[in-house]
Every structure is written in structure tokens, then in C-alpha cells.
């Protein structure tokens, strides 16, 4: 457990924090549309700047035409392209970026953190939302899991510590929604079950918390070639007013046994979107996305499925 070591607040800066760069190629086909469609329309995350990412160049390359957009809820950055009428062959789009990640860097002694002021600022990352629990029963069991902690960075500790010490990793026996109920019942699942429990346990106890949907970048085994990127991979932020938002990979830390996951992140993740069920911008006519982790299309209304090929290399 974390225990208080100082009263007053040392710097966030790293000195000599280290860095490392990718160049990724985001690449999506649109189908060929026949006369009897109306209208097609696609959304893809954009990659964005954060605290511990940066994107240092973006091009985009697509024979239709697009729009930059961004979602009012989480602020999350979309290229939108709308097709109205038949097209007669596919349409290949492509988003290149050169991202450089640093060193997350937090200041992570309770003494920095104060009590938040005005939660209903906070109020999209203090809610329920689907499949992500709020109620009587998680109240119980993350005020259990704290012991009366008042402190909002000790709090995540003791939450983070639970979720790592009861969750399996087994992607195999996962939700497919990213259900807290699943991982309180099964105590096993992905990346999306473990941190749904953090985020449901933390919002529970009034401290905000938020998914980050993104990429955990693995390079070829030695001497097999490189292929497309496969699935996707999420960590959780919470916020504590004196340290900001916090990112915690729960995840990392029950299937490889990387303990020092609180307040930090592998040198390989890259985010893609923040949040859940997410209305798209413009708004899509279907339900709301679960997740935002790649390409979104609709035709005449009605969800498509996209062919996707993510590749990277480091430099």
C-alpha cells in the first residue's frame, strides 16, 4: 500500500524523461456501394495529443470526400467521410502518424491531492453507464475495499490493489462488453471486464474515473515478420484534484505480473479515444458505440463492417 511520505508537493517534470517514436498506418476500405444506397457514412478515432503522448505528423489519404470532428462528451478527435449515391469501387482510406511517447509523469504523493471541489464537473465519470455498474452493491464493496481512506490517491491504490489481487486475465472467458458484473461474478476477463471494475469501484466512492480505449504496440518475435495489429487494448484514468488524471493498467498488471502499473503506462501504449458509449459527431443513427476503438461505418443507417489494417514501426 502507499503510505504518506511527504507534505509538500516535489515537481511532476521527469528530468531526462524518456521518449520513443512510432510511425502508424491506419488503413480502411469502404465497400463498393451499389445504386439502391442511399447515403454511407464512416467515423475513425483520430489519434490526439495527451500528457504522455504527442503527434508530431498526420496525413490523410482518401479518394472521398472528409471532415475532422469531435465529439462533445469526451472531446474525442473523428474523421468523418459521407458517400451519398452508388460508388463503383472500393474506397481505401489511410491515416499516417508519427507519435512520440513520453514518460507519464505525476507528482503521486498523497499530500498533493485535495478534495475535489465540484464533482458535478466530473459528473459523465461519476455515473453508471452500460455495463459499467454504480449501485448499492459496489457502494458496499468499494467502501470495504478503502477502509475509510478519505485520501483520492489512496483511495485508487487500495482499488487498483483489489482489482490486480481478485481478477484473472483470461480474454478467453471475457464479457465482450466490458461488464463489471462479469468481473465481480467470474473474476476473470480482458483488459475492458478489469478495468470496468476499477472505473465501477472508483465512481462508486465519488472518485472520477474514464476508459482509454488504445493499442499496446508488440513488435514481431525475433526473426518472424511483421503483420497487421490485432484487437485492441484499454487502461482506466481516475482524477484526483492535485495530481490530475491519473492512468492505472490494471490489466498489464494481472496478466504479466507488472505491479508498478499504478500512475504509469508501458512506453508502447498508444490511446485512441477516451470513454463509452460514445454519440459520434455528426451522430451516427445507430446505438450508441460501446466502444471507439476503430473504424465506424453505417449504411443507410444500418452498421457495416469494415476491413482494417493497423501496422507500425519504431524509431
Given at each position: 500500500?502507499?503510505?504518506?511520505v511527504?507534505?509538500?508537493?516535489?515537481?511532476?517534470?521527469?528530468?531526462n524523461?524518456?521518449?520513443?517514436?512510432?510511425?502508424?498506418?491506419?488503413?480502411f476500405?469502404l465497400?463498393?456501394?451499389?445504386?439502391?444506397?442511399?447515403?454511407?457514412e464512416?467515423?475513425?478515432?483520430?489519434?490526439?495529443?495527451?500528457?504522455?503522448?504527442?503527434?508530431?505528423?498526420?496525413?490523410?489519404?482518401?479518394?472521398?470526400?472528409?471532415?475532422?470532428?469531435?465529439?462533445?462528451?469526451?472531446?474525442?478527435?473523428?474523421?468523418?467521410?459521407?458517400?451519398?449515391?452508388?460508388?463503383?469501387?472500393?474506397?481505401?482510406?489511410?491515416?499516417?502518424?508519427?507519435?512520440?511517447?513520453?514518460?507519464?509523469?505525476?507528482?503521486?504523493?498523497?499530500?498533493?491531492?485535495?478534495?475535489?471541489?465540484?464533482?458535478?464537473?466530473?459528473?459523465?465519470?461519476?455515473?453508471?453507464?452500460?455495463?459499467v455498474?454504480?449501485?448499492?452493491?459496489?457502494?458496499?464493496?468499494?467502501?470495504d475495499?478503502?477502509?475509510?481512506?478519505?485520501?483520492?490517491?489512496l483511495?485508487?491504490?487500495?482499488?487498483?490493489?483489489?482489482?490486480?489481487?481478485?481478477m484473472?486475465?483470461?480474454?478467453?472467458?471475457?464479457?465482450?462488453?466490458?461488464?463489471?458484473?462479469?468481473?465481480?461474478?467470474?473474476?476473470?476477463?480482458?483488459?475492458?471486464?478489469?478495468?470496468?471494475?476499477?472505473?465501477?469501484?472508483?465512481?462508486?466512492?465519488?472518485?472520477?474515473?474514464?476508459?482509454?480505449?488504445?493499442?499496446?504496440?508488440?513488435?514481431?518475435?525475433?526473426?518472424a515478420?511483421?503483420?497487421?495489429?490485432?484487437?485492441?487494448?484499454?487502461?482506466?484514468?481516475f482524477?484526483?484534484?492535485?495530481?490530475?488524471?491519473v492512468?492505472?493498467?490494471?490489466?498489464?498488471?494481472?496478466?504479466?505480473?507488472?505491479?508498478?502499473?499504478?500512475?504509469s503506462?508501458?512506453?508502447?501504449?498508444?490511446?485512441?479515444?477516451?470513454?463509452?458509449?460514445?454519440?459520434?459527431?455528426?451522430?451516427?443513427?445507430?446505438a450508441?458505440?460501446?466502444?471507439?476503438?476503430?473504424?465506424?461505418?453505417?449504411?443507410?443507417?444500418?452498421?457495416?463492417?469494415l476491413?482494417?489494417?493497423?501496422?507500425?514501426?519504431?524509431?
Open positions: 500500500m502507499m503510505t504518506v511527504a507534505t509538500e508537493c516535489p515537481s511532476a517534470a521527469i528530468a524523461e524518456p521518449s520513443v517514436r512510432y510511425e502508424l498506418h491506419d488503413r476500405t465497400p463498393r456501394l451499389g445504386g439502391e444506397t442511399a447515403r454511407f464512416v467515423w475513425c478515432p483520430v489519434i490526439c495529443d495527451t500528457p504522455y503522448q504527442r503527434v508530431l505528423d498526420i496525413a490523410i489519404t482518401a479518394p472521398v470526400r472528409w471532415a475532422l470532428t469531435r465529439e462533445a462528451e469526451h472531446g474525442n478527435s473523428i474523421l468523418h467521410a459521407r458517400i451519398a449515391g452508388p460508388a463503383a469501387e472500393e474506397a481505401k482510406l489511410e491515416i499516417r502518424y508519427v507519435v512520440e511517447r513520453t514518460a507519464v509523469a505525476h507528482a503521486l504523493h498523497p499530500g498533493c491531492v485535495r478534495p475535489l471541489e465540484n464533482p458535478e464537473l466530473f459528473a459523465a465519470y461519476l455515473k453508471a453507464e452500460q455495463f455498474e454504480v449501485n448499492d452493491k459496489m457502494r458496499a464493496l468499494a467502501r475495499v478503502v477502509q475509510g481512506e478519505k485520501n483520492a490517491l483511495q485508487a491504490q487500495r482499488i487498483y490493489d483489489y482489482v490486480v489481487g481478485s484473472t486475465y483470461d480474454a478467453a472467458k471475457q464479457s465482450w462488453t466490458g461488464s463489471s458484473e462479469h468481473a465481480l461474478v467470474c473474476s476473470m476477463g480482458n483488459c475492458n471486464d478489469i478495468h470496468a471494475l476499477f472505473i465501477s469501484l472508483a465512481r462508486s466512492i465519488g472518485l472520477p474515473a474514464r476508459l482509454v480505449l488504445g493499442q499496446a504496440l508488440e513488435p514481431p518475435a525475433p526473426g515478420e511483421a503483420c497487421d495489429l490485432c484487437g485492441y487494448h484499454c487502461w482506466a484514468e482524477f484526483a484534484a492535485g495530481a490530475g488524471w492512468p492505472v493498467d490494471a490489466s498489464c498488471a494481472c496478466k504479466y505480473a507488472k505491479h508498478q502499473l499504478f500512475g503506462l508501458e512506453m508502447n501504449h498508444i490511446a485512441w479515444s477516451v470513454g463509452r458509449d460514445i454519440l459520434l459527431a455528426p451522430a451516427q443513427q445507430a450508441r458505440l460501446l466502444f471507439f476503438a476503430g473504424p465506424y461505418a453505417e449504411r443507410d443507417g444500418k452498421t457495416v463492417r476491413e482494417r489494417h493497423v501496422s507500425f514501426q519504431q524509431f
